[in-house]
């Protein structure tokens, strides 16, 4: 058995376990994955029947009468290829064939296919959902209850894991914690590419009850999923929580006693700490004042929630301008301090940098991510619409997107993103097209936009088409149509534009293809074209998804009252955990603490998870939304 059921509320669903799957100590990643299976010229003809008007039931009443009388393998793959057609085209009794077909054949080649098909069918149906949970969350829950069944099959092809692991993506956010845990399991042992990704989501989404729970089933075990253990082991710490941590330091120390992953935790759940000092460098006063006193608050309330230790804080003023920052700094380095957090403003950050002692780290909150690389002390932590773009175009390339193009506004901000998506795209081997501004007297962009649809263009196609044309049609005045040239557009520009843009887009026939963008879209504008015209687009909320248990929000509104803390704040606040985190409870200073800043775990944070890429640039984890029905969604 691999997995069991977290929640008993859950319980009137069908149960995700399975005996007719490989065992859980078996990776499914060190399998050999199949190719896909070939279905007979007989069973390939009846499908193209199918397709054809009317000949769907002709197909239907032959594969049902192949099932019955033909002889060896053709008798299960006509039942298998019946139950398809039955899915695809709603027929009433689908549900019950499928069940009762893989209850008869559930090790045949096609059974992990019929697991997909029966995914595909549960997200096209609106069910009625039970006294608990909602009618999405009950949806994706049978959709992802077979897609795990389907990446837990020993027959499982390439084909197969790349369809599964897609649709798998925009369903898990709408789940609830059991089949969502259960998934993205599933998902890490088959798909090693994004394994740490998947464990992370898993580790955030896990009680210490829960993580047992899999352990005791033999679902999971430290020996095997250490990454898994050392992810939730690293939330609870950078969340204070040193009761989970021993509890489970105890637990590894009974069942795994000599691997690395027991004593690193140990070491983390033993509360020793040491004094920390560290600086900041923030304007409070001038005209940046509420932004450093923002970010302050944010640091302030980091600070409160250190039970252990004895942590010193100086404060610097930076308001004045670079040379106070950099008279600031001195002072800082005279008191000896061990970290420090700011400066908040780039040009103030910049003057730094003849200055940075190289043991001293320094996490600055601009948003200028270049600046990093002019010191191995300095490290770039925020949420800005460029670090937006970097991750966007990570996330193309992860799924399978090579060649995009770029549009971007008229303000200097916007050509920043552009630039920063463009270089990351390029940067891990994608190619972009084309690049092109707007036109900001106008509110008609066609002639950009044909413009950009030429240049994607596949020219040696659209020369030998051409040239097909001019030698078999010589008389005709016909004009080729060429398919869009491109795996997606990424647009830096306000909702309101997109908006308007979307339609124009249809008009020179760019359609079906992502459109990406940063939270720049959220300026309450965006749904403005009711989606019609951008189902496919993809885009960064607004708002800090927050992405543990603990009382956060509680405790801001106990002191600020309701409503949500800004960005800064959150990223004051994170930068201040990572400091405590690596400098009190770790004991790590100078160039010690600088190298696990680069430490390819990362951080889980309020502000989404963060790790330093070698030229110390907070590389972040943001949510991914989409539009579906009138409202804004969870995506991949």
């Not at 691999?2 to 069908?14: E, H, I, T």
């Not at 309701?562 to 994170?574: M, N, T």
């Not at 991914?624 to 969870?634: D, H, Y």
Request: proline fraction near 4%; hydrophobic fraction near 40%; glycine fraction near 6%.
């Amino acid at each position: 058995m691999l997995l069991v059921s977290l929640f008993s509320g859950c319980a009137p669903k069908p149960s995700i376990q399975s005996t007719d799957i490989s065992p859980a100590k078996e990776k499914p990643a060190s399998r050999q994955l199949l190719a896909a299976p070939q279905n007979s010229q007989e069973i390939t003809n009846l499908l193209d029947l199918a397709r054809q008007e009317g000949g769907l039931d002709i197909a239907l009443d032959d594969l049902l009468r192949l099932s019955h009388v033909a002889i060896g393998p053709l008798k299960e793959e006509a039942a298998f290829r019946r139950v398809e057609l039955l899915l695809e085209n709603n027929y009433p009794d689908a549900l019950s064939e499928s069940t009762k077909l893989l209850q008869l054949y559930p090790n045949h080649a096609l059974a992990s296919y019929a697991h997909y098909w029966l995914a595909l069918w549960w997200k096209s149906h609106d069910i009625e959902a039970n006294m608990e949970l909602s009618p999405t969350t009950e949806q994706a829950d049978m959709v992802l209850g077979e897609l795990t069944k389907t990446l837990r099959h020993p027959r499982l092809t390439q084909e197969l894991v790349e369809k599964a692991l897609a649709l798998g993506r925009t369903e898990s956010p709408n789940a609830s914690h059991e089949y969502a845990i259960n998934w993205y399991l599933a998902a890490a042992h088959i798909d090693q590419t994004h394994q740490d990704e998947w464990l992370r989501t898993a580790a955030s989404n896990l009680s210490l009850d829960q993580l047992l729970l899999l352990q005791q089933s033999g679902s999971i075990s430290p020996q095997s999923d250490a990454i898994l253990y050392s992810h939730f082991a690293r939330l609870q710490l950078m969340s204070g929580n040193i009761k989970n941590l021993q509890a489970l330091s105890t637990i590894l120390a009974n069942n795994a006693p000599y691997l690395p992953l027991t004593k690193k935790i140990k070491r983390w759940a033993s509360g020793d700490t040491q004094d920390i000092y560290i600086g900041i460098l923030l304007p409070l006063t001038g005209n940046y004042a509420r932004f450093g006193i923002e970010a302050l608050h944010g640091i302030r309330l980091a600070m409160s929630e250190q039970k252990q230790g004895n942590i010193h804080l100086y404060i610097e003023d930076t308001g004045s301008g670079v040379d106070a920052t950099i008279a600031a700094y001195q002072r800082l380095n005279d008191k000896g301090v061990d970290w420090m957090i700011g400066p908040l403003l780039s040009k103030h950050t910049e003057a730094l940098l003849p200055y940075l002692k190289k043991n001293i780290p320094v996490i600055s909150l601009s948003s200028q991510n270049s600046l990093a690389e002019a010191s191995p002390a300095l490290f770039i932590h925020n949420t800005a619409k460029n670090t937006q773009a970097v991750f966007m175009a990570q996330n193309s390339i992860n799924q399978g997107m090579q060649r995009m193009a770029v549009i971007y506004g008229n303000s200097p901000s916007q050509a920043r993103e552009a630039n920063a998506f463009a270089a990351e795209f390029t940067r891990l081997g994608g190619e972009i097209s084309n690049s092109s501004a707007l036109n900001n007297h106008s509110l008609d962009q066609r002639s950009i936009l044909n413009n950009l649809r030429e240049k994607s263009d596949d020219e040696a196609l659209l020369e030998e088409l051409l040239f097909d044309l001019a030698l078999f049609s010589p008389e005709t005045n016909l004009e080729v149509h060429m398919p869009v040239g491109i795996d997606g557009l990424y647009i830096a520009t306000n909702g309101k534009q997109v908006s308007e843009l979307a339609g124009q887009l249809a008009y020179v026939d760019i359609r079906n293809i992502p459109m990406l963008g940063s939270s720049r879209w959220m300026d309450g504008h965006l749904l403005d074209d009711r989606g019609r015209n951008l189902s496919s687009a993809r885009f960064i909320q607004n708002n800090i998804i927050y992405q543990d248990t603990s009382n956060f929000l509680e405790k801001y509104r106990e002191i600020w009252g309701q409503g949500q803390p800004k960005k800064l704040f959150v990223i004051a606040y994170d930068s201040t955990r990572i400091a405590t985190l690596i400098g009190s409870l770790l004991g790590l200073h100078g160039y010690n603490a600088i190298q696990a800043m680069h430490d390819p775990e990362g951080f889980p944070n309020k502000s989404g998870h963060v790790y330093f890429n070698e030229s110390g640039v907070g590389n972040k984890t943001f949510k991914i939304f989409k539009i579906k029905r009138g409202k804004l969604i969870p995506s991949s």
